[in-house]
């Protein structure tokens, strides 16, 4: 099955599911840290132009912050997200899942020199083009990942109707997907709620409406209400 | 559409995610996207190329291939189409396959739709649904309500892709190139770009590197756009409950509980009820089966029977598996467990090779036990006589140093211990007593704490040559034994105790 998802199990058997991020994603957020970070810098250039040669001096040492420390400062300290990602909703995290920590993070932003060949991300790009995980040169060699850390679309509460206990025991995908329907059948049409419930025949014993109905009061059950 | 065939993931995702899952499925399937891409896009190519030439308007390379996109995007979608659905055309059949997809839109996309921010989105709508106009409308304002944003942000990013590639390849080359082997007339951009050749070649090069870095990120767009648009309709028909459904459908229907349950759903929720009811109303959890049940359990209770096959019918327990295995046809023609009889002495061989191995090895352990207690012995035997070596000289110092009178006849009781074997002691005695007389001699007290060094050079004063020798010679000779272990013959201790300082000799 195909996915950009990169599986990670835990020593205690907890299957971690990291949505890795590809060059789409990440394109963008680094453009908007570069307007963001050029914003910035050009902002102070034109304070520190009325000091004369020292304000060239710290103008300077402003824009080698803004392009080495700033994002290892965000990365570290503000939950692996500088402010185009955090636009995006993208995080950078270790491959393993956990936070992104202080050598990896330095790593990653020096290989920038690699990866912005030649001068323009060529290599990077298609780096992250060729990689399954969507990594660029400094995400492989210090071992991070940009994964999408925003929650993924859920539909609306499953309507309150009186609840039924199933008449077979399923399985936990089973009932997930029965209140996966019951959650989200507000946003489909009328004829596709029916069609889907009707494919359910089997366990509900109804047809059309009956059978949304049925299958709504199944998730009511499985969701513990009376 | 077989949706049991997808293999894609199917699951909400936000379109961000969507985008990624397009690069993903052109990695995927890269192969047959690329061949058929390259086998349709390159001979337009060069014919565009050769028009321009003809024509003598080497722009029009550069314009045409970009004009002739929406054409182009039709290969990798047709083939990313019937690749998620696992039925990946080849090369020849996506070709072949373009004369019966429709065209209109892509007419459509080739003349008044050509600037459309939205063609990676509009274009699997309109090709792969083919719907008419008026109900393509509708269906458009459905599908890109969320996504019109997206579409084209999608479309700008490749744009960027795009140009970033074609300027990363221009400028390595431009790296790659040593300055000293252009000609002089290109050393000077500006000199250069007056020549006409020179401009044309310029543009030559740009609709190669142009149509190199669309054929990477062109696909690629298109397959994110179809992304988008899976995601889309996932979203809007919810694929991946039906697909759920569907397999759920076959397990019961595989199991045949079909028509079981239609009596049990009638009859069933009130008795479930009771149970649970029954259930809440008690806090303590069970703490053995008896409790679940209240009462004794034993294997032929009823109700312990039917729990346990309910128990047994949840998938996460009890399962029939269907396992394929070999078996023998004629299973009489050969007994089984008894070899055939080349095999039996195959197997006596391998069991002979067994027998020696084991026996090597026994003997190797044999080996490394002597070897071990071998070099404890010799450990412990060498270390008793270096703790005697250390002994010794304590021993000796404290004889030779000892305080005693020098014996009136020196040469006596020098050879007297000589003879004896006491060797260290006797030159010690040779030597204290020579140079106590060697003081008397020189008239002086003898110092208490002088070294072999001092009298070597308090018999240098001495006068007489041939006294000064042997005097020397003692104190060489006592310190050849005390520091280096090293004794005279028995002949040269005759020469040291003849005459002064051993005789008392009058001066």
């Known amino acids: 099955m195909l996915d950009t998802v990169r599986e ?22 680094w453009l908007l840290d570069f307007v963001v970070r050029m914003a910035v810098f050009f902002t102070a250039l034109g304070i520190f132009g009325a000091l004369g040669r020292g304000g060239m001096g710290l103008a300077s040492m402003l824009l080698f912050a803004l392009m080495w420390a700033y994002n290892v400062v965000c990365e570290v300290w503000f939950h692996g997200q500088t402010l185009g990602k955090r636009a995006l909703g993208l995080r950078v995290v270790s491959a393993d899942g956990t936070p992104i920590t202080l050598l990896p993070s330095i790593t990653r932003n020096l290989l920038r020199v690699v990866d912005g060949l030649p001068g323009i991300y060529g290599v990077g790009l298609i780096c992250s083009m060729i990689d399954p995980s969507g990594r660029r040169v400094g995400d492989i060699v210090a071992g991070t990942l940009v994964v999408h850390a925003n929650d993924l679309p859920a539909g609306s509460k499953v309507p309150i109707v009186p609840a039924q206990p199933l008449p077979l025991p399923l399985d936990q995908d089973e009932q997930a997907a029965v209140i996966e329907f019951a959650e989200r059948s507000p946003l489909l049409t009328v004829q596709r709620q029916e069609e889907l419930a009707d494919i359910l025949y089997p366990l509900t014993g109804s047809e059309g409406t009956a059978a949304v109905k049925q299958l709504t009061a199944y998730a009511n059950g499985l969701l513990g209400r009376p | 559409m077989q949706l049991e065939r997808i293999g894609v993931a199917l699951r909400p995702r936000t379109s961000q995610e969507a985008m990624d899952l397009g690069m993903a499925m052109l990695r995927a399937h890269a192969r047959p996207v690329w061949m058929a891409w390259f086998v349709f896009t390159l001979p337009i190519f060069l014919a565009c190329q050769g028009a321009a030439w003809l024509l003598g308007m080497p722009w029009l390379g550069l314009l045409l291939p970009w004009w002739l996109r929406p054409l182009f995007d039709r290969i990798p979608l047709y083939v990313l189409s019937r690749a998620v659905f696992e039925q990946t055309p080849t090369w020849r059949a996506t070709l072949r396959a373009q004369w019966k997809w429709p065209w209109k839109r892509t007419l459509a996309a080739l003349s008044y739709l050509r600037v459309d921010t939205n ?103 298109v397959a994110t756009g179809f992304a988008l648009y899976l995601n889309r309709r996932t979203q809007l028909e919810a694929w991946d409950i039906d697909l759920a459904f569907r397999r759920l459908r076959q397990r019961l229907v595989e199991a045949g509980v079909a028509m079981v349950l239609l009596v049990c759903v009638m009859g069933a929720p009130s008795i479930a009820h009771a149970a649970d009811k029954h259930a809440d109303d008690k806090q303590v959890p069970p703490q053995n089966i008896a409790e679940v049940f209240h009462q004794p359990v034993n294997d032929k209770d009823a109700l312990f029977a039917s729990k346990a096959a309910d128990v047994y019918r949840d998938p996460r327990f009890g399962q029939e598996h269907k396992v394929l295995r070999w078996v023998l046809k004629h299973p009489a023609d050969q007994e089984p467990g008894k070899p055939p009889s080349w095999f039996a002495g195959l197997a006596g061989f391998g069991n002979l090779g067994a027998g020696l191995l084991n026996l090597i090895f026994w003997g190797l352990l044999a080996t490394v036990v002597v070897a071990l207690i071998v070099f404890a012995v010799r450990h412990l035997r060498g270390s008793m006589p270096s703790m005697e070596r250390f002994e010794k000289p304590k021993v000796l110092r404290s004889s030779v140093v000892h305080d005693i009178p020098l014996p009136e006849d020196l040469p006596t009781a020098v050879r007297e211990l000589w003879r004896e074997g006491h060797r260290r002691e006797a030159l010690a005695l040779l030597y204290r007593g020579s140079v106590v007389r060697a003081a008397t001699a020189l008239r002086i007290q003898p110092p208490i704490d002088a070294t072999e060094a001092d009298w070597l050079q308090h018999a240098r004063t001495l006068d007489d040559p041939a006294r000064r020798e042997r005097l020397i010679r003692i104190v060489r000779t006592w310190q050849l034994a005390a520091y280096a272990d090293r004794y005279p013959g028995d002949a040269d201790i005759d020469v040291l105790l003849s005459g002064w300082p051993a005789q008392q000799v009058a001066p």
């Open chain 2, 119 to 221: 063609r990676s989105l509009r274009l699997p709508m309109e090709v792969l649904e083919g719907v008419d106009s008026k109900q393509r409308r509708a269906r458009w304002r459905v599908l890109s309500r969320p996504l019109v944003g997206v579409a084209s942000g999608l479309t700008w990013t490749c744009i960027a892709f795009e140009l970033a590639i074609a300027l990363s390849l221009c400028i390595f080359a431009i790296w790659m190139v040593p300055n000293e082997t252009l000609p002089d007339s290109m050393r000077d951009v500006k000199q250069a770009l007056t020549i006409p050749a020179f401009k044309h070649a310029l543009v030559w090069i740009a609709s190669g590197v142009t149509y190199v870095s669309m054929s990477i990120v062109e696909p690629l767009y």
């Open chain 1, 8 to 29: 990670i199990e835990t020593p205690e058997g907890v299957a971690l599911r990291l949505r890795a991020a590809g060059a789409f994603g990440r394109a963008q957020a």
